[in-house]
Nanobody
């Protein structure tokens, strides 16, 4: 049974930074893909960043390239460092995982409960 628990959401001013954490527990194979998604009211959920096994390859949405960085702290924690935050980054952020990375935002079948980020 896989569990993903997000933390680190907060309210910040535009231009500020936050680091979100995703604690992963339960079995995920060594090739698992871990990603961050976000959803704001009235909008569809969108992929933000994904981390391939080994940490060598990362996938980013165009809207966050150069500002957000996904990384793995240890075997059980994945971070999303968010810099130069904008009001449009305001959303509930979710950590998610799937068995294999394939370069797409589809197929993530394990999800956390989310952590709120508000930028004003």
């Amino acid at each position: 049974h896989v569990q993903l628990v997000e933390s680190g959401g907060d309210s910040v001013q535009a231009g500020g930074s936050l680091r979100l954490s995703c604690a992963v527990s339960g079995y995920i194979n060594d090739g698992a893909c871990v990603g961050w998604f976000r959803q704001s009211p009235g909008k569809e959920r969108e992929g933000v960043a994904a981390l391939y096994p080994g940490g060598g390859t990362r996938l980013y949405a165009d809207s966050v390239k150069g500002r957000f960085t996904i990384s793995r702290g240890n075997a059980d924690t994945v971070y999303l460092q968010m810099n130069s935050l904008k009001p449009e980054d305001t959303a509930m952020y979710y950590c998610a995982a799937k068995a294999l990375c394939d370069g797409s935002w589809e197929g993530f079948n394990y999800w956390g409960q989310g952590t709120q980020v508000t930028v004003s």
